[in-house]
């Protein structure tokens, strides 16, 4: 099982990101897959997910609005569509299948002008 995010970089106030998650060893829509961010001296917050029937969503109240989680099934890869960006969303941000306990590298977001 192996995730590879990408997508990250720099980005002003009010513009829009959009990462990818790459998966293999697993097929994304049989599990649920999930977002997270770790910003400098803070705890991993968990920013978004996704169901596996059904592709349910949920986010976390910060994000509610300006994230969008989705994936493709095609590409077996799960995206963190991010518009609206402020400058609090500056962090690593990390793909999750928990079924598997399996993360990605992280990739790192900065919204700074």
């Known amino acids: 099982v192996q995730l590879v995010e990408s997508g990250g970089g720099l980005v002003q106030p009010g513009g829009s990101l959009r990462l990818s998650c790459a998966a293999s060893g697993f097929t994304v829509s049989n599990y649920r897959m999930r977002w997270y961010r770790q910003a400098p001296g803070k705890e991993r917050e968990l920013v978004a997910a996704?169901?596996?029937?059904?592709?349910?969503?949920n986010y976390v109240d910060s994000v509610k609005g300006r994230f969008t989680i989705s994936r493709d099934n095609a590409k077996n890869t799960v995206y963190l569509q991010m518009d609206s960006l402020k400058p609090e969303d500056t962090a690593v941000y990390y793909c999750?299948?928990?079924?598997?306990?399996?993360w990605g590298q992280g990739t790192q977001v900065t919204v700074s002008s």
């Open positions: 996704i169901s596996s029937a059904g592709g349910s969503t």
């Open positions: 999750n299948a928990p079924s598997f306990n399996s």
